[in-house]
């Protein structure tokens, strides 16, 4: 499937109103010029969730949650980003495009063909379903699973079922049925020397659901001697395991809210912890952590624990978790590692301890800046000139994946406290030059104005406000590029999203958002968006926001006269003409 275009989801945005949207799933209530309900994403008893339909944007005063249609649909009904365009798109009766160069007919096949597999795979695990409840030998599935202390309730909710022994019954289900010759192409039977045989025999079946809740694979643990003790179906069309996890469907049907999800490594341990009521654990599919996996993890929540064994092998699989985690560590992220005691695995663990205690654990797990301080204390002499340089060139290429933002100057700090150098000086050390200036937040200067500077920041600050409110002010603010050479923090965003509004005039609030969605920079324009406004009358808006592209573009001609200055001597005639239209430039705006 290719790439939704940017242009669809701009038009669906325009087309879609969210108010709508949320009321048909938490009734609204008018209040002035928005819309109030008690927030669904956090216990309250007075309302403090708000939807404004001339923005078309959702904030909780509570407890931060905010978004646009895509968003509250992701967040609400826990969808994927593609499925909740579906979603709107479907209600609107269109159907969504795709760029890339398949052509249209064989991706309508495509899509054919996987519906078939996913029905298919359903049928399947209706079968294991029933030969639990029915077979002559599901006496010993039964006994299996009643000693392990699972109830008929859990064993329904993950749909638990038993593929008998033998190796033709899966097959003779489906005898006579045009799906029969499919049953390889979705991994249930396995061809060979002109032969076909059930994959999954004698064995507990775990339904693998996608986070749609379509079936996608399965996953067996044997009853009897045979090898391997737990088989995954191989990949298919549908079924990709660096990129499903199992029980993410159970925990989001589960739990409306995930506030932290715990990453353990069998079905049995996913699916024990549910029976002592933590149903926010999912399992990966016989492969390690993938970046992939992390970031579907934290489109829900925000807090991923992994649970590994504390033994060598287990931190080296943690070492491997940290090392994809830290590409997508940014401020409200956490990442933290829970290590079992010898011969433990959480399903033993919590019918040993019970819930208050393992949770307890989880509260205690070590957070991904400790876990990496600590395994660097084990490999780095500090104490030598040499350690200090191995510490150095191991921790540069990490660290050059974290973005930059609160989070990597933070882990930075840590990391220059453990090895007793200044934060400053172990930044130049990793990457040459100085860390303080990446430290400032989004619209806080680089350095410490002086005089009349200070106002130029917030000038930039006026700008973004004044375009939440009205977006149509864009088409005022003339050419956005004449801010790019501009050192002020912010100025980018605002030079891009003048643009953006230029382009593409008419986009709802909700709509811009979407271009930044998962950025600092949209982070930044949502909290702009959920401000009261101070002023609200158009004409005092426009005098407003042009005021502060003035005091903008006064600080652009302010430094690029001074870089001209200092090196007069050595000016080009190109150079010295632009000083003095700088110059010129410069007494217009102040007379004006």
């Not at 912890?273 to 489109?299: C, K, M, N």
């Not at 005089?451 to 006026?462: E, L």
């Not at 923090?489 to 969605?517: F, M, T």
């Not at 004409?539 to 926001?545: M, P, S, V």
Request: glycine content about 8%.
């Amino acid at each position: 499937m290719g790439r939704i275009p940017q242009n669809f989801i701009d038009d669906l945005l325009s087309r879609v109103d969210l108010v709508e949207v949320v009321d048909a799933r938490v009734p609204l209530k008018k209040a002035g010029r928005e819309f109030t309900a008690c927030c669904p994403f956090h216990n309250e008893k007075t309302p403090s969730f708000t939807v404004s339909p001339a923005k078309q944007f959702y904030h909780c005063f509570g407890c931060g949650a905010h978004g646009n249609a895509i968003g509250f649909l992701m967040a609400y009904e826990h969808l994927e980003f593609v499925d909740a365009i579906e979603s709107l798109a479907a209600g609107l009766g269109v159907t969504v495009p795709r760029e890339g160069p398949e052509p249209r007919a064989g991706a309508e096949r495509r899509s054919s063909d996987n519906q078939a597999l996913y029905d298919l795979l359903e049928r399947a695990g209706r079968y294991f379903r029933h030969q639990l409840k029915n077979h002559p030998e599901r006496a010993r599935a039964v006994d299996y699973l009643q000693r392990r202390g699972l109830s008929g309730e859990i064993a329904r909710d993950f749909g638990i079922g038993y593929a008998p022994p033998g190796w033709q019954h899966l097959i003779g289900a489906f005898n006579g049925q045009p799906a029969q010759g499919r049953l390889a192409e979705a991994g249930l039977v396995i061809e060979a020397d002109g032969k076909r045989y059930d994959r999954f025999r004698d064995r507990i079946m775990f339904p693998i659901r996608d986070s749609r809740g379509r079936y996608i694979g399965f996953g067996g643990r044997v009853l009897g001697d045979d090898t391997p003790k737990y088989l995954n179906s191989p990949e298919t069309p549908v079924f990709h395991k660096g990129r499903e996890l199992y029980g993410f469907f159970e925990a989001r049907q589960a739990l409306r809210d995930l506030h932290r999800i715990l990453v353990v490594e069998g079905y049995m341990d996913v699916v024990a912890l549910a029976q002592f009521g933590i149903r926010y654990a999912v399992a990966t599919l016989g492969t390690a952590v993938t970046r992939e996996h992390l970031e579907r993890l934290f489109r829900t929540t925000q807090e991923v624990v992994f649970c590994f064994d504390g033994d060598r092998a287990g931190r080296d699989a943690a070492w491997r978790g940290l090392e994809n985690a830290l590409p997508l560590m940014r401020e409200g992220y956490q990442v933290r590692f829970m290590f079992l005691p010898e011969g433990e695995d959480p399903d033993s663990l919590v019918r040993r301890i019970g819930k208050a205690a393992f949770e307890d654990l989880l509260e205690k797990a070590l957070p991904l800046s400790q876990f990496f301080i600590d395994q660097l204390r084990h490999e780095v002499d500090l104490g030598s000139l040499d350690g200090r340089a191995r510490l150095v060139e191991k921790v540069r290429p990490l660290l050059a994946t974290v973005p930059e933002g609160i989070y990597r100057h933070l882990l930075l700090e840590r990391l220059a406290e453990f090895a007793r150098v200044a934060p400053d000086q172990l930044g130049w050390l990793l990457d040459g030059r100085e860390p303080a200036l990446r430290r400032a937040a989004l619209y806080r200067p680089t350095r410490e104005p002086r005089g009349k500077r200070r106002s130029a920041p917030s000038a930039v600050r006026h700008a973004l406000s004044h375009l939440v409110l009205a977006p149509e002010l864009a088409a005022r603010a003339g050419d956005p590029s004449r801010f790019s050479g501009l050192r002020l923090p912010g100025v980018r965003l605002l030079a891009d999203l003048i643009d953006l509004l230029q382009r593409k005039p008419g986009l709802s609030w909700g709509a811009v958002l979407e271009h930044w969605r998962g950025t600092d920079e949209g982070r930044h324009l949502a909290r702009l968006a959920a401000e009261e406004p101070l002023i609200e009358e158009p004409e005092l808006l426009e005098d407003e926001f042009l005021g502060a592209l003035q005091i903008i573009e006064r600080e652009f001609l302010r430094q690029r006269r001074e870089e001209l200055e200092e090196r007069f001597r050595s000016l080009s005639e190109a150079e010295k003409l632009e000083l003095n239209q700088v110059m010129v430039r410069e007494r217009a705006l102040r007379n004006a």
